[in-house]
DNA sequence: TGCAAAACAGGAACGGTTATTGATCGAGGA
DNA sequence: TCCTCGATCAATAACCGTTCCTGTTTTGCA
């Protein structure tokens, strides 16, 4: 029961990723498949670095330029979010649902921030102001419980 | 009426800051005075070059290196603080008030987006998280009208 | 199957930032 | 006032994440 719920999750979620592939013309290659797979397999939040080993282990012949250009391709689409932290490489997440994370200062380690409500933010930033919105991303940052301790 | 006022706030801040410096056992260095007057004369949302480059017409003896430093420091202590947009250098802004600011994605122009109202958004991060947190910064990026005409 | 366009691999180059090193400054004590 | 010692500084090399470039391969399409 929670397997199939879960499968036909996975089932939306692709159907949206060839959507919008589609849409923008880009084409879904190996490589881009496959930086895909990594960032899922990755989980948390993991760096271009991140990604490129996880996609090396399978195919090795896969060059660092390439997953970067996969990523920015993937964000331009709609797939995945881009977050720059101070002093700390690009991480990526794919686009779940909206959801709020916090970065250790000391570790980098990345975790989610539940039960925040955004609310009608981006709706009232939109009000204020004449430009055309494009992102809004909230950047929070903090000393996670074990570096707390150290 | 107004200018008196003006005054009372940038002797207010002049205080603050020295009492910051003095609280951190950091020296208010000639160098370090000249990058927070160049932070005031820049205005809008400095990059580290920006400050640099009004820093040097003053006093061309000074090192970008030392620019950075003297930047890191005053994040440090809490006078500055710094944002982080994709593709682009960090920027920095005085602590005066807290306020939004919106960046153009095409033009690197900095904004500020009035009356939008944060409220208790840092309070429910603090319970939601058991990270000790220390900054939530909101980056908003668009195309500002400028650029929407081109 | 053949062609044009898109994507890729590999590696060099770039730009913002940090680290290093020796010189200089400046507060506090003799 | 002069000295001392730690903090700060200037100058520059090094670093690292990212982008750019070139020739090759793959893909979509006729």
């Not at 923008?24 to 490589?31: E, N, R």
């Not at 920015?72 to 881009?82: A, F, K, Q, R, Y």
């Amino acid at each position: 029961m929670i397997e199939d719920l879960g499968r036909a999750m996975i089932e939306a979620l692709e159907e949206d990723i060839r959507e919008k592939f589609r849409r923008s013309g880009y084409t879904l290659t190996s490589q881009r498949r496959a930086v895909l797979d990594a960032l899922e397999e990755a989980g948390g939040h993991p760096s271009t670095e991140d990604v490129y080993l996880i996609v090396k282990q399978k195919n090795p012949r896969v060059a660092l330029g390439t997953v970067y250009q996969a990523l920015s391709v993937l964000e331009e689409i709609g797939v995945i979010t881009s977050k720059h932290w101070a002093e700390s490489p690009t991480r990526y997440d794919l686009n779940v649902r909206p959801h709020l994370d916090i970065r250790c200062t000391r570790c980098s380690q990345v975790s989610e921030v539940p039960g925040v409500e955004l609310g009608n933010l981006e709706s009232q930033i939109r009000q204020n102001t004449p430009y055309e919105v494009q992102s809004t991303t909230l950047v929070v940052e903090g000393l996670c419980p074990n570096c707390q301790k150290g």
